[in-house]
């Protein structure tokens, strides 16, 4: 696939806010006792939704403002095939809303919020594997 300048920028640019999204889940996942879980899986889901929508650029898929990551993965798959089953991304939805706000939601522990980081290095996985080097900026 031949994508103009322009388009391989901005994907790069939701590429790079994705991956600042991972950085902080494990980074901030890494103090243990005490460690705010819900902003782990709040930076899980955004970095989820950074890659897909990344994806969704770089096929040229137009996508609504959401936060709704079942939507964008049925959008992205709807065009291109991606080696990643929904049951990767679901779990990640509800904590664009629930890590967010206050409100009567389950506690996340530490095992959770653990495979929260896991499912969204494996939507990045799963994207980057259909992304071309260039838009990544690898082999520069």
């Known amino acids: 696939m031949s994508e103009s300048p322009d388009i391989r920028l901005e994907v790069r640019r939701w590429c790079e806010k994705a991956e600042h999204d991972l950085r902080n889940a494990e980074y901030v996942l890494t103090l243990g006792k005490g460690c705010p879980t819900d902003t782990v899986c709040f930076h899980c889901q955004q970095c989820a939704e950074k890659y897909l929508k ?18 964008l993965y049925n959008l992205a798959t709807g065009q291109c095939r991606l080696n990643l089953p929904l049951s990767a991304v679901q779990p990640l939805n509800r904590y664009s809303i629930e890590a967010r706000y206050p409100g009567d939601w389950e506690p996340i522990d530490l095992q959770e919020a653990a495979q929260a980081v896991e499912m969204a290095r494996l939507i990045r996985r799963a994207v980057r594997d259909v992304l071309s080097r260039d838009v990544l900026g690898e082999g520069e």
């Open 54 to 71: 990344a994806l969704l650029l770089f096929r040229s898929i137009g996508f609504p403002k959401t936060h709704d990551l079942v939507l």
